[in-house]
């Protein structure tokens, strides 16, 4: 009685057997697939190979058309569940006599689960883009675009001092790191991080902002014809253009409009880590090579080295 009254309409017992019905048609299909698999086996001739791979085929389809013909019959048995949804008088609408004709009912309850879904997985969303605060996209036109004000945040427009106090002192912090700043194009700074003797780095700065970032080798020339850096042209190293391309998402992932000083200083401390790039194994797979490269990525929060197939 109890079990009556939470499924009110359907058939438990017919619902269990039902569902091991299903089960012994999984088992039937896959017989067949495995028949097909095996093929003509275990038979000296010809004619007994292809004589005992067409009997066991014509015994496994009976086995699932028996196995279907049962799932159908308890199919009918089991009944329709009442559907309790909140959609007020809507519900009416079930009473339709010709539901075949005109579901109205079933695809109103589709549109409300599809609603409610979407509204959940765009709660999400938002509260992550939120936490990420990205601000650097460009695409920022559109109408919206005239509400806001035009006056732009303090922390883009920090003094040129400021600046070198930071680069300064993130200089300090890591003895094997060297950072030469420059200033060929007016405010912006350019900075060539040269870590160790293992590779070269061109970062493109606007204020505290790091816009760009080229990888080289540590014998690479990073510098143009007039002896300004060279922030166009890629390494010629496959090794140092992945490098490149990590460095770049790490940029996207270091986010903090509102201290951009701890931003340049956590990438500075990711961009450190590249000091051991061809003596650090992968932590994952255990090897230094994967397709003739060392493992040229780095965990965001453990700084831990992996290949750039291994980390997924």
Known sequence: MADGALSPGVNLEAFSQAIAAIQALRSSVTRVFDCLKDGMRNKETLEGREKGFVAAFQESLHSVSRDLGELERLSNLVGKPSENHPLHNSGLLSLDPVQDKTPLYSQLLQAYKWSNKL?????LASGLLNQQ???RSANQMGVSAKRRPKAQPTTLVLPPQYVDDVINRIDR?????SIQL???NGTSAMLLVTLGKVLKVIVVMRSLFIDRTIVKGYN???YTEDGKLDIWS?????????VTDHATTALLHYQLPQMPDVVVRSFMTWLRSYIKLFQAPCQRCGKFLQDGLPPTWRDFRTLEAFHDTCRQ
């Not at 509204?119 to 709660?123: T, V």
């Not at 912090?173 to 790191?177: G, H, I, Q, S, Y």
């Not at 890629?234 to 992945?242: E, N, P, T």
Request: hydrophobic share 30%.
């Open 182 to 184: 420059s200033r060929p």
């Open 220 to 222: 690479e020339n990073v």
């Open 133 to 135: 605060s990205l601000k």
């Open 119 to 123: 509204q959940y997985h765009a709660g």
């Open 234 to 242: 890629k390494s010629s190293y496959q090794v140092f253009q992945k």
């Open 173 to 177: 912090m890591f003895p094997e790191m």
